[in-house]
């Protein structure tokens, strides 16, 4: 299992349209072979900051099998146009016994 | 509910016994009021890189509660030595619907 975290940083005055839109873009990610769960979560101390976590089966089922096809695409004409800075992306494997 | 994400960049070879150091000083925050779940992860693409999520029913029973205690002292004596950096923090909600 892979954990993908993502930070995003939303202009001014768009997380409700954000918000609205990652729960359409929802379904096209989660229909990627490999996908296994979502969240999404806001920040306390700085509202615009969202923070992503995605469970994939595998690095590849990120990295290959969903950003070099064309859900990927329609994934970001959906939230793309709410960052305010390109999304901060890295990946995480449990560490045993603390996972 | 509220989410801590903590990033945690470690010293050059140190990752091993942080994380024996992090197993040690979860049964400090644990007991802490508020506390709800832990869970490490080690980065992918940098090794020495760490991602904590701790789960608190509020914010002031981590930056309060737990922060402004004696068992704080003992969880940073304990993880604090390997640190390449100071900790990075910030707090979290989940997303109606989507966390």
Redesign the interface.
């Known amino acids: 299992m892979?954990?993908e975290?993502a930070h995003f940083a939303v202009l001014p005055g768009a997380g409700d349209r954000f918000?609205a839109a990652?729960?359409e873009a929802?379904s096209v990610i989660a229909a990627s072979p490999g996908f296994v769960s979502?969240?999404?979560?806001?920040?306390?101390?700085?509202p615009e900051?969202?923070?992503l976590?995605v469970e994939w089966e595998t690095?590849a089922d990120h990295v290959v099998g969903f950003r070099e096809s064309d859900a990927f695409a329609r994934w970001r004409a959906l939230i793309g146009p709410f960052f305010a800075a390109p999304p901060d992306v890295?990946?995480?494997?449990?560490?045993a016994?603390?996972?």
Do not use: A, K, M, Q
């Open positions: 892979v954990l975290r918000e990652l729960g929802r979502l969240e999404l979560h806001r920040g306390v101390e700085s900051h969202y923070l976590l690095l890295e990946h995480f494997e449990p560490v016994g603390l996972g």
